[in-house]
């Protein structure tokens, strides 16, 4: 099966940095790979598929990149309410794993 | 706008079942493939189903094959789980999600609030 694993699995920043979480999976897929966004209570959010596209009513500071192996979701300029915790996902090929999380809190 | 609204969840004890449905609303439900996502407490996010929109087609991970059946009403816009054989690991709040493709891209692009399923005697 499909293996996505992600870094750091937790990241502490201020508002206003850059922050950069990876996301490597075990096989080759392409550009299929999506980015959710948890916070606490409540359902995921899209923010990014195919990579690399920005899903309606994202903010623009969000943005993702990478193909085959190796992916990235950047956030520029973090606000508050960026800290949540983010998964990768591949929504492709059974099963539809999603990585482990990365838990972004403010410093 | 997508809703997806949960009910279902409650506390049963180990080999006990349980059915969830989800109900969907503010978009064709029968154009969709539909999932069910599980989120164990304090755990991250775990596939387990998957079915086409119109149920010719069913998928599940190996952590629920032959306990869980994942059915569809496209006549009332609603996705349903049916859990037997419960075991505490199955504790979590479950969550149902539209599956949207464009060409060969999936995600899952609406989720429903969850409701929690808890295993115990």
């Known amino acids: 099966d499909m293996q996505m694993t992600q870094s750091p699995s937790f990241v502490s920043a201020s508002v206003g940095d850059r922050v950069t979480i990876t996301c490597r999976a075990s096989q080759a897929i392409s550009s299929w790979l999506a980015w959710y966004q948890q916070k606490p209570g409540k359902a995921p959010k899209l923010l990014i598929y195919?990579?690399?596209n920005l899903q309606s009513g994202v903010p623009s500071r969000f943005s993702g990149s990478g193909s085959g192996t190796e992916f990235s979701l950047t956030i520029s300029g973090l606000q508050p309410e960026d800290f949540a915790i983010y998964y990768c996902q591949h929504p492709n090929k059974f099963p539809y794993t999603f990585g482990q999380g990365t838990k972004l809190e403010i410093k | 706008e997508v809703q997806l609204v949960e009910s279902g969840g409650d506390l049963v004890q180990p080999g006990g079942s349980l059915r969830l449905s989800c109900a969907a609303s503010g978009f064709p439900f029968g154009s969709y493939a539909m999932n069910w996502v599980r989120q164990a407490p304090g755990k991250g996010l775990e596939w387990i189903s998957f079915?086409?929109?119109?149920?010719?087609?069913?998928l599940y991970a190996d952590s629920v094959k032959g306990r869980f059946v994942i059915t569809r009403d496209n006549a009332k816009e609603s996705l349903f789980l049916q859990m037997n054989s419960l075991r505490a690991e199955d504790t979590a709040v479950y969550y149902c999600?539209?599956?949207?493709?464009?060409?060969?891209?999936?995600?899952?692009?609406?989720w429903g609030q969850g409701t929690l399923v808890t295993v115990s005697s």
């Open positions: 195919s990579a690399s």
């Open positions: 999600a539209r599956q949207y493709c464009i060409s060969e891209s999936c995600s899952f692009d609406g």
């Open positions: 079915i086409n929109y119109n149920g010719g087609a069913i």
